[in-house]
């Protein structure tokens, strides 16, 4: 049954959006402004992770090597997706991955296998997720800050050039969290200890956590007695469900839990996401850093929780006053902007990748075709980081490689110069954007007494469709 016609989607002219996270799948169409689905992700792989007490480069990889059946979840997931949620033609359409860097290679390929194969998708693109949100900001440098399940990373983008050599990254996301939380409230609830489920933690995370500021923060923790203060304070947490009446929580884990995410430098166990992205900019050439630090990017599932934007603002404009290491950077201080996105921060990568596909003959640059797949490359996915995943541009003419001198570190030759005749345009669609801003002028005034039509009417506009 062509289910694609039924519902009276193009599969044409839209593509299938498709971004695979280790907690949280999200899927929707091209050309939308947000995905049409956000799923929690079934696969093994995300459970064993939980289970696991370090997670590191190589966990994600061990894990695929035990496990022989993660190519029949992710077919009997995705057909869930297309299929039921969706509702979704998949034979001869068009799909874009949204793939991130630390994704091993063994997952990609079962992945692959599955959407050429099974699914018959005619073609696929692959996008880098771990550059996506810039494409929603509308510049050509910036930041990403990527706070996810699995990691925490940094990405600068210059001028459309991503600097490998800043890039930073760590094995502390939203798993390690979850069992920092799971263990402070075992201690909080002596006895009640079977309440304490993945299921109330996961509530907890989204419903009550906080991110102090620094001043907060530094009013808070300065003393032993005002730390003692804080975890006096108790919060039952019956009013989020009576299944919970036996809980409580203290406002110290309450507010000083994300403090893992901004460690003042006591332990190696927790890290510092400030610190992670002045790192970044030290890395980068000085006559780049204004452009990059002016565009701090946060994305991920964990800037959903309040204030760890403004936290990340005060923590640098901290780091580079007081920490010695980062006192070059002083001159950056009133520069910084963590970008406020209208989006979510957790499809802020979705929404880059949105945007991305509307690239027209552009972005085919990402493509690989079922023939392609099935014939030239034999069933084997090939590599898929060329430029053009690194330099997430339009227009551009690929330079050639520099010959690499001998003795010559091959990562300086990563960061290649773009010639100034041949800068890259602006990678915004304006059609998308046009459409996006009268989808929402529509949305709010379906809100007023008067009726969407009417006023669609009064102005002459068409719905696009
Ligand atoms: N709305 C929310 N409010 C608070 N926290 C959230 C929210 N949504 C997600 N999180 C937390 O952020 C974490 C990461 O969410 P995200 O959607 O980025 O997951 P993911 O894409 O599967 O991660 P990864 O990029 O590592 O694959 C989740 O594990 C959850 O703890």
């Not at 959006?17 to 939308?32: E, H, N, R």
């Not at 550059?131 to 050509?140: A, E, F, R, W």
């Amino acid at each position: 049954m062509d289910l694609g016609a039924s519902t009276g989607i193009d599969m044409e002219e839209q593509m299938v959006i498709l971004d695979i996270g280790i907690d949280y799948t999200k899927v929707g169409l091209s050309k939308d402004s947000t995905p049409r689905q956000i799923l929690k992700t079934p696969l093994s792989i995300s459970s064993i992770i939980r289970l696991k007490d370090e997670i590191g480069p190589l966990t994600l990889v061990d894990i695929m090597k035990e496990s022989k059946k993660v190519k029949h979840e992710i077919h009997e997931f995705l057909y869930e997706v297309f299929i039921i949620h969706c509702l979704l033609k998949t034979k001869g359409s068009k799909i874009c991955i949204l793939e991130q860097l630390i994704f091993p290679r063994s997952f990609m390929q079962s992945l692959a296998e599955v959407l050429y194969l099974e699914f018959e998708f005619s073609k696929v693109y692959f996008f880098l997720a771990d550059l996506l949100p810039l494409y929603t900001t509308g510049l050509d440098s910036g930041i990403m800050v990527d706070c996810g399940f699995l990691h925490t990373s940094v990405t600068p983008v210059v001028q459309t050039i991503f600097t490998i050599k800043g890039k930073k990254h760590s094995y502390f996301g939203g798993a390690a969290l979850e069992q920092d939380l799971k263990a402070q409230m075992k201690l909080e609830n002596p006895g009640n200890e079977k309440y304490i489920t993945n299921t109330l933690i996961k509530d907890v995370i989204c419903k009550v956590l906080k991110t102090l500021s620094r001043k907060q923060f530094d009013a808070f923790f300065a003393t032993e007695e005002s730390i003692e203060k804080m975890k006096q304070k108790k919060y039952p947490l019956s009013e989020m469900s009576r299944r919970y009446e036996a809980l409580s929580m203290s406002y110290h884990t309450i507010a000083g839990t994300m403090e893992c995410f901004f460690d003042q430098g006591g332990t190696d166990q927790y890290i510092n996401i400030a610190h992670m992205v002045l790192d970044c900019l030290l890395e980068l050439e000085e006559s780049d850093r204004t452009l990059a630090a002016q565009n701090i990017i946060p994305s991920g599932g964990l800037f959903m929780i309040p204030g760890m934007h403004r936290r990340l603002l005060g923590e640098l404009q901290y780091s580079v006053e007081n920490i010695d290491k980062y006192k070059g950077l002083i001159g950056l201080k009133d520069k910084f902007r963590v970008e406020n996105s209208i989006y979510p921060a957790n499809i802020l990568a979705w929404v880059g990748a949105s945007l991305l596909s509307c690239l027209n003959e552009e972005v085919d640059m990402f493509l690989i075709s079922k023939g392609e797949f099935e014939k030239d490359c034999k069933g084997i996915l090939p590599d898929r980081f060329g430029h053009c995943f690194l330099t997430c541009s339009r227009n551009m003419e690929i330079p050639e490689d520099p010959p690499v001198e001998e003795g010559k570190e091959q990562l300086e030759d990563i960061k290649f110069k773009v010639p100034e005749t041949k800068r890259p345009e602006n990678y915004f669609n304006i059609q998308f954007e046009e459409m996006n801003k009268k989808r929402k002028e529509l949305l709010y005034s379906s809100a007023t007494p008067y009726s969407t039509r009417a006023i669609n009417r009064s102005k002459g506009f068409v719905f696009p469709r």
